[in-house]
């Protein structure tokens, strides 16, 4: 005897057929019960091996590695969304040219970088499922070369001296929060990626040594930014807004987490400079153009305060300390060429100096 559903959730003719099927395992040894189980037990095992799953147990596993809030939002949803057609596919179903399809419908949407970062992901996710046991092959990796290449876009920024004398005095009457207006000033001046300024912390800041160290997000490397006594000047007052924060600069709606990553560009575009204009990261693009081509400064000290990769001619990565005392001069000399655009009431002409 065996329970098969309730009616009328189950119709008489359908329960006559299961019943027909029954009667047939038993007839030939096998035991209803554990055909059942099994099945349930099989269905089970293809739920856990789509794509979808074996992807979103990865993130999870990344999460608890350490993977950032915003990272994990990102792959979620490229999972959710931008490979919904594949994810209910056993992983072992998706070949090349099935998530070629999912990536070319990026690709028409625009948005190739998505699409390249898409497959990226795909990729960990099958080298996972590979390291598990739940695939023999990566597919992923045969679709390098077949996508769309995405075009170059760089970050809007101005470095001509007069405009740059205009941007400067817009920034300086911003009228918001006085958090945001430090940000606005020490942005140009430090010229750090925007990420690396927004998160700074008191911790890292030594006003008596006239320096801020820190990790560089893109390197991994320790970085030191020389404080010139304008940018000294700025944080010794913003100390007494945000001191009992661990942030420099602290969110509106809580001190425990930095400013927005939008802060800075919502407040060039409240000032009238739109995203083609520029950006916070553009200030980097402005601090390398004028301190090379208008102060004269070494392009590898230049370098080495962008806290980019520079090597010594023997390929190795110099420290954090290399050229500082050179750096310290030429931070201070940006700072106070920046002032005299600002506070310059005539034409700005571009007037190139060696640096001393």
Known sequence: MITLAEYPIMSLGEARAERDRLRALVKGGANPTQVARI?????????????????????????????????????????????????????????????????????????AETAHRTRSLASRVFRYAIATGRATSNPADSLVGALEQP??????SITDPAQISDLLRA???????????????????????????????WEDVDLEKAEWRFVASKTGTPHIVPLSS????????????????EFVFPGVRSSKRPMSENTIN?????????????????????????????????????EHQL??????????AYNRTAHLPERKKMMQAWADYLDQLRESTEKVVSIRRKAG
């Open 266 to 302: 919502a407040a060039l575009r409240n000032l009238g400079f739109d995203g083609d204009t520029i950006t916070g990261h553009g200030f980097r693009a402005m601090a390398r153009t004028v301190l090379d081509e208008v102060l004269g400064f070494r392009p590898d000290h230049i």
């Open 151 to 156: 075009r170059t876009r760089h970050f809007a």
């Open 307 to 316: 806290a980019h990769a520079v090597r010594d001619p023997l390929g190795r």
């Open 230 to 245: 304008q940018a000294k000047e700025v944080f010794e007052d913003l100390r007494h807004l945000t001191r009992r924060s």
């Open 39 to 111: 099945e349930r037990a099989a269905q089970t095992e293809r739920a856990r091996s789509t794509f979808s799953a074996i992807a979103i147990e990865l993130l999870e596993k990344r999460t608890k590695e350490g993977l950032t809030p915003g990272s994990v939002k990102r792959e979620r949803r490229l999972i959710e969304k931008d490979l919904a057609s594949i994810s209910d596919i056993p992983i072992t179903d998706v070949t090349a040219p099935v998530l070629l399809v999912a990536l070319r419908k990026l690709e028409k949407r625009g948005v």
């Open 171 to 201: 920034m300086y009457s911003y009228q918001g929060s006085p958090v945001t207006l430090a940000a606005l000033r020490l942005g140009p001046m430090l010229f750090v990626r925007p990420g690396e300024l927004r998160k700074a912390r």
